[in-house]
Each structure stands twice: as C-alpha cells, then as structure tokens.
C-alpha cells in the first residue's frame, strides 16, 4: 500500500506506549508518507528526539515558544500543512485537553487550530480508560468528528489486564490509510460489511445472542477501506470504535440489520461477516418475565431473515461480489462448501469456532477460504491480518475484470 505524497502530522504523548510511536513511523515511511512529529514533554520522557527523528527524517517540533519555529506563526502552519493530525499515544489527560479546548503547549495549540480530520490512538490504564470523565471526553471528541483507533484489550505495563492497551503499529496504520485513502485499487466501489452479533429480545431484559465481538467485521470494514472502498459497516451490538473512514449504521435485532444492509444497496462488494441469530422470539413479553414455581416459560421461534441468501440471490441489486462467513465447530471444509451452494454466495470465509481454538471472540483467525477456483488454507494470525489478506484478495479479484 502507498502513501506516497500524503503528510501526516504525529504528535507522540507521554505514555509507556510511546514506543511504539517508532514503529508506526516506520510504516509510514515505508508507504512513502511524510511524516511530522511532535514530541510532548512528557513523551520525551519515553522516546528521544534522536529517534524519533531518525525514523521520521524529519525535525521533531516541541516548543510552542520556539523563536526559530514560531517566527512564521509555526504552529499555524504544521496544523495546516498536512494532510491528517494523528495523536499516538492518545493519554487520558492530552484527550481531556482535547476535549476542554485547551491550547497550553504545542501538541494542544496544534490540535485546536488544525482544519484537517484528527485520529487518536487512546493508550492508557483500563481504570483511566473506563473513568467516566475518560467516557465523556472520547463522547465529546466523537461528537466533533475526531476519529479513534482502539484501544485493545491485554495486559497492561501494570500488569492489570483489560481494554487500554494501544491499538498496535498496523492497525494504526490501516485507519491512518482508510482516513488518507481517496485512491487506491478498491476506489470507486462500495463495500457494505456486517458484523458483530445480533440481540433477539425475550423480553425487556433478557435476549438470545451469541458471543461473537465483531473484531473480524470491523476489521474488514477498515482494510476495505484503507484501500479506498466507500464502505458502510452494519454493526450488531459491539464493545468497539467504530472504524475511521466508514459509515456505520448500528443495530440491535436480524431484522434490524436485514433493513439496514438493504437500505445501503446498491453496493458491488457485501461481506457478511456478522453472527445473525438464525432465531428469535416469536412474541418477546413487554413486561420483564418473573421467575415463579411454575414450570420454566416456553418460547416459542421463528426464523429470522437469511440476509446473506437475500444478497446473494440473483437480480439487478445483487453486489457483484457475495462473501460469507461460515462459524464452524466440526467438519470446516464440508459445511462451509455446502453453506455456499446453499446461499449462493461468491465466497465463503470458515472458520473452526470450537470453544479450544479461542477464536470467537479472540483476537485471532485461522480460515479457509472456499470460492468456485476451490479452497485456499491461510495460516492462524491477528484478526487485523486476515482482514488485509481478504481485502487485497478482492481488490486482486476487481483487478482481474471480476
């Protein structure tokens, strides 16, 4: 993928994460994108200048007094001279300065008179990043357009374990190139990408669902992206950003999400990549079901909308790419052979679900990929990973006149 002629502004906050604030230069130049760092005082506490300047090949800015810098009004000029500002590490306080308006040192100043799209990478303790005071700056943030990227969920510097972690180098890089992306071999078409569960309700309080996280879906909808598809995302409930670069339309029940993927047609590339309930209540109770002595309550289901065979079917509206998902638990190859003649999809993408293999939900994949030309075996790697590896396979299928 190439950048080349893009400008990214970096600024580098102070966290334990700033290390890899190198590596996600070094991808950038290594698409040909320019970078321009800015090191706040407390990120120099983590990277030097030296580094990071060796890795941009540019000078790093972290003086707003600077005589030398602020002669032409400096700051002015970097906010404007590129094409997107990244904050990598996003800390809680430099988002809480965001969030306020703050304009109390270069980092701040540049952020508040830039005019470009912003991309934060929030990086901190899983306390500080459930704080509510942390949930109301990212909230407000979101409200005035700035994109978020991340965080993961792992174990921290601290040795505590949960959602804080800083998205990695590559993911980072993919939302910086779907933000960037007005080219690119998917430019001109239209990708809509599902994902996530779907919540059938019982009643007020209760739901039938599944535990899928939506990280594979989100995933796709971002390296679709990142190689310049217009993509629009329905996504079930999910604990995730939402992508930068994508339309998303959320919502809750099959029926739902079957009203929203119609709703974006006409598209020329679906990826269903949601775990739709196959049912739900046919009569959900308005009022929250007691527990009494009597025998437990029997519910009654009804099929919901086979979304995937709805898109697949053939007529002026059909994409001109279908690709399924099939979540498996025994005899991977056969069922998901069979589940693509059933729904008349281009492609399906299987994978083994049982409980050992830790991928529903995980932040891993090992698939199969079955297509008219057979069945293609990728090797176990990140979620973020088969998404690039999907993505430029259908950009290579475009390519080649499909």
């Not at 230069?25 to 030097?48: D, M, S, Y």
């Amino acid at each position: 993928m190439t950048l080349a002629g893009k400008r990214v502004l970096l600024i580098i906050a102070g966290g334990i994460a700033a290390y890899k604030a190198l590596e996600l230069i070094r991808l950038l130049r290594g698409a040909g994108c320019a970078v321009t760092p800015v090191l706040t005082r407390a990120g120099a506490e983590f990277v030097t200048p030296l580094a990071v300047q060796t890795l941009a090949e540019n000078t790093v800015y972290q003086n707003l007094f600077s005589l030398t810098d602020e002669a032409e009004i400096g700051h002015i000029q970097l906010s404007r001279a590129a094409d997107l500002v990244v904050v990598a590490p996003a800390t809680a306080h430099i988002l809480a300065r965001m969030a306020a308006g703050l304009a109390d040192d270069l980092a701040t100043t540049l952020l508040l008179a830039t005019d470009k799209n912003v991309l934060v990478a929030p990086a901190m303790n899983v306390r500080m990043w459930q704080h509510p005071a942390t949930v109301a700056n990212l909230a407000a943030l979101a409200a005035r357009g700035v994109h978020i990227v991340g965080p993961d969920e792992g174990e921290m510097a601290c040795h505590e374990f949960g959602p804080g972690r800083l998205a990695e180098p590559h993911a980072i890089f993919d939302a910086i190139a779907a933000l960037l992306a007005h080219g690119g071999p998917l430019a001109g078409q239209h990708a809509i990408v599902t994902s996530g569960p779907t919540q059938e309700p019982i009643d007020p309080v209760r739901y039938i669902a599944n535990r899928s996280s939506g990280r594979q879906g989100h995933a796709i909808a971002a390296a679709l992206a990142a190689l310049g598809a217009r993509v629009t995302l329905v996504a079930g409930p999910v604990a995730l950003a939402d992508p930068p670069g994508v339309t998303v339309c959320h919502v809750e029940t099959a029926r739902e999400m079957r009203d929203a993927v119609f709703a974006a047609l006409p598209a020329t590339i679906a990826v269903c990549a949601a775990a739709v309930a196959d049912w739900r209540v046919t009569h959900a109770a308005q009022e929250k079901m007691k527990k009494t002595a009597a025998a437990p309550p029997i519910l009654e289901l009804t099929a919901n909308p086979d979304i995937l065979a709805e898109l697949a079917a053939a007529g002026p509206a059909r994409p001109r790419l279908v690709v399924g998902f099939a979540a498996e638990t025994e005899h991977l190859a056969a069922h998901a052979t069979a589940k693509r003649a059933r729904k008349g999809c281009d492609w399906i993408v299987a994978n083994d679900v049982s409980p050992a293999t830790g991928i529903m939900g995980g932040a891993e994949n090992a698939v199969l990929l079955i297509t008219a030309a057979g069945t293609e075996t990728w090797p176990r790697m990140t979620k973020d990973a088969v998404a690039r590896k999907l993505a430029a396979r259908i950009a290579t299928h475009f390519a080649e006149g499909a």
